[in-house]
């Protein structure tokens, strides 16, 4: 009976020590891998990657690799990330064109069902590479101009694909706090976020301009005149699709300080989320600001 005893005690530890693995194995394998792209920026992407690192790998839902490109004016053609190792790639990357395979591996990634995420000045490059353009929806500087697409905004209550309106793309007034406007309540990434909540001071990127094809804008931002805004609701955070692949563009995130606002780091994480699942998991939490004033997670 002792001998049963003890033969019942281990097969019951065995069982739990099994259980107890394959609970931590599936924890770590259901995380979502994101690379982050970097390397290249007219922004301080020494100073914003690890921000970005922290706020997806807070969330405890993602494990976080970093690809750096050698930098401008260097040989690009060994630069080729192995994007399809990852549920989705944020670019903090604004420079030099990647080479011809790794520009065709990361369109064949998007294609067939990839996720990204154009975080701040990405949209500001490749401006002479079509099908990133189709990717990002609209974008700014780097020459763009009508002949690059429409203008995106918000106007009367819908969205508005601007063919007409002559321009170049790409401007921001003065940095300073503004309100984000969600628009599309009802998309997974905005689902449950005060329907106005206040960024701290920041650039307002607007008239941006692309292809803008199948996108969606889920939040604006007014861009008060007085801040030298052109006066438009501007998108700040969209939804492209690309092939099978999701898209996620936020333009908030000038440096460090912004990413830490939590009225970027909440669509941030969900929407990258989003873009690689096509689904949104990660509560809204406490801290989420309103209207009033900003909050920031500082260390
Ligand atoms: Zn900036």
Sequence with gaps: MKIRQGLLMSVFAAVATALIFSTAFAEETAKLKALIIDGQNNHNWRETTPVLKKDLEDTGRFTVDVATSPDHGQDMSQFKPNF??????????????????????????????????????A????????????????????????????????????QVVDHETNGTGGNHGAQHEFLVEVRDPDHPITKGLPLKFRHCRDELYEQLRG??????????????????????????????????????????GHAGIQCKSVAFIVPFVRGTEWAATGEVTIPVPDDMPGEDKPVMRLP
């Excluded at 399809?84 to 990647?98: K, P, R, T």
């Excluded at 099908?131 to 020459?143: F, R, T």
């Excluded at 007014?222 to 099978?244: F, N, T």
């Design 84 to 121: 399809a190792a990852y549920d989705v790639i944020v670019m903090n990357y604004n420079g030099d064109d990647w080479c011809e395979e790794t520009k065709k591996a990361f369109e064949e990634y998007m294609k067939n069902g990839g996720g990204m995420v154009s975080f701040h000045a």
């Design 211 to 252: 292809p803008a094809e199948n996108v969606k804008i889920l939040a604006t931002a007014w861009a008060d005149p007085k801040q030298r805004g052109d006066g438009r609701h501007e998108p700040q955070l969209m939804v492209i699709s690309y092939g099978k692949g999701r898209v996620f563009h936020i333009t908030m």
């Design 123 to 158: 949209d500001n490059s490749f401006t002479n590479w079509a099908e990133y353009n189709k990717m990002i929806a609209v974008g700014g500087w780097g020459g763009r101009n009508k002949a690059f697409g429409p203008y995106l905004y918000w106007k009367d209550g819908k």
